[in-house]
């Protein structure tokens, strides 16, 4: 197994042609599959050469099996984990947690000082495994409806965050209203 960042190409064996499929035929329920966007080589391409992002796969022998992005905003420090995607066939044997773990190191590396993640309401064990890397908890959206090609598409997102940096926090500065003040405390004990 190896992890390593996502790159490029035109050619049928390349990442942006695999990862592709394995967003279609693995994550197939996505907003951004169904609009043939993650599954789109071209589309993944263009992102891959954003240096706005990070994109890693899991791999084994030619199978690309897994996929994650972590999106950046370095001005301010922050980054997001996102479109991590797990091909059906291997889920359950760590590869997630690999992934993730991974782009927490490259977080680090660029000196972000938060990392956010958005886990949705039904999948847990994307919740654990960002909690198996120290995210924790610190919201629950509302579940929404959007439309979609026509269809009603619910859904609920568990918001999740790793301080990787304390120290950038100001509580003297912040101004919380005390529902937000209770959630800060509940989430720094």
């Not at 169904?34 to 791999?59: A, G």
């Not at 965050?161 to 509580?171: A, N, Q, R, Y």
Request: aromatic share 6%.
């Amino acid at each position: 197994m190896t992890i390593r960042i996502a790159e490029g190409g035109a050619d049928i064996t390349s990442d942006t042609n695999r990862i592709a499929q394995l967003y279609n035929t693995s994550f197939s329920e996505h907003i951004l599959v169904q609009r043939r966007l993650l599954n789109d080589p071209t589309y993944l391409s263009h992102h891959f050469q954003n240096k706005d992002e990070i994109w890693v796969v899991e791999e084994c022998g030619e199978e690309i099996r897994g996929v994650a992005a972590l999106s950046l905003c370095l001005p301010i420090g922050l980054g997001e984990i996102e479109r991590v995607c797990v091909s059906k066939d291997h889920r359950g044997k760590g590869i997630s947690l690999s992934l993730c773990d991974r782009l927490v190191e490259e977080a680090k590396n660029k000196d972000l000082g938060f990392i956010e993640a958005f886990a949705r309401g039904d999948q847990p064990a994307m919740q654990r495994t960002f909690e198996k890397l120290g995210f924790k908890v610190y919201g629950i959206s509302p579940r929404f409806e959007v439309m979609h090609d026509g269809q009603v598409v619910r859904e609920q997102f568990v918001h999740m965050g790793l301080l990787l940096k304390p120290d950038t926090v100001d509580e003297h500065a912040m101004h919380l209203l005390p529902a937000a003040e209770k959630i800060y405390r509940v989430i720094h004990q």
